[in-house]
Each structure stands twice: as structure tokens, then as C-alpha cells.
């Protein structure tokens, strides 16, 4: 082998190194941020929720006490939808309390099942609709306005427990599924609570 061939090879990858750093500061859209059809999250957005979830679930029922105590301290009369959390008044108690604790749970891992179908969006918009036909067959409907809420709760919630590790791509990706899933779960209870 002649020292030409054995340096073209070295060439060629020193090309395609450079020709990627180039690109990369170029404003060209890549796969990864052209939003999905049904969803509107790019690739990019559903690692970041992906990413920022996963340190979620090592904390589940933490996670979700404090989502409900964040959801009741701003919106008292929520809690008044909570059958098994109405009476209890004591904030410090309501977080203390097994039912608080396996209703928080319960959520969180509802939203474990969604973040791991974001690929499979027929499935996560499903779960979606079922979240609604059960909130919306309720005695005692939970309004529009608490699902609307939370979402600036939950992204509160998520900065309060992940601090720097909620990146602010990760927020902005959570609020582009959060505004997505609110519309798909509150048109959801609206089809069961219309009269026959």
C-alpha cells in the first residue's frame, strides 16, 4: 500500500469532520426538530421529556404528593373533587397521608404510560381520551379550569423537584405535550358530559 492510498482514507474522514462542525452552526432544520403530525413534539422535545421524566420516576409518589399540595395551596376548592382528600385540611397531614401518597403515585405513573408511548401517538392519545371519559363520568366533574391550571403547576412542580436538571428545552418541550394532552383529556370529558 503507497503512503497516497493510506492518507486518503485519513483525508476524507478529516472532510467529513469538518463538513459536520460547519453544518452543525448553520441554521439548517435537522429530522430531530420537525414536529410530529399528531403531537407537535419534535424528536428533540420527546428526549428532553424523556430525559427529564426518567429522573421523575425514581421519585413517583414524592413527585406526586407534591403536585396535588402545589395543586391544592393555589386552588383550595380542588381538593373538594378529591373524595378520599376533601376533608383532610391540614396541609402537612394531607401529605403525610397514604391516600394522598397513592393518588399522587397513581398519576405519575398514568404519565410514566404516556411518556413511554410518545412514539406511538394512536396509544398515547388513547390513554388521553380514557384520563377524560374518567374524570368527566364523575358525581362530581372535575372543572376545565384545575387540568388547565395544572400544567403550570406541574412545570412549577418539575423545576421545584429536578432544579437545574429541568433544562429549559425540557420546559418548553413539557409545555408544548402538556398544551397537547389538556386539549385531547378536556375534549375527552366534554364528549361524556354532553347530554344524550
Known sequence: M??????????????????????????FSSDNEVPDEVTGLTKDQKDHIRKSWAIVCTMKTKFGVTLFANLFTKFPSAQQHFVQLKDITDMDVLRKSPKMKAHGFRVVSAFCSLVE??????VFIELLKNTGYSHGQRAMPIPHL???????????????????????KAKDAWGVAYGFMCKVILSSMDEVQAPQ
Do not use: C, H, R, V
Open 2 to 27: 503507497t503512503s497516497e492510498t493510506s492518507q486518503a482514507p485519513q483525508e476524507e474522514n478529516f472532510f467529513k469532520q469538518a463538513w459536520a462542525s460547519f453544518t452543525s452552526i448553520l441554521p
Open 117 to 122: 408511548n410518545l412514539e406511538t401517538p394512536d
Open 146 to 168: 384545575y387540568f388547565e391550571e395544572l400544567g403550570g403547576i406541574f412545570l412549577n412542580t418539575m423545576d421545584e423537584l429536578l432544579g437545574d436538571k429541568f433544562t429549559p
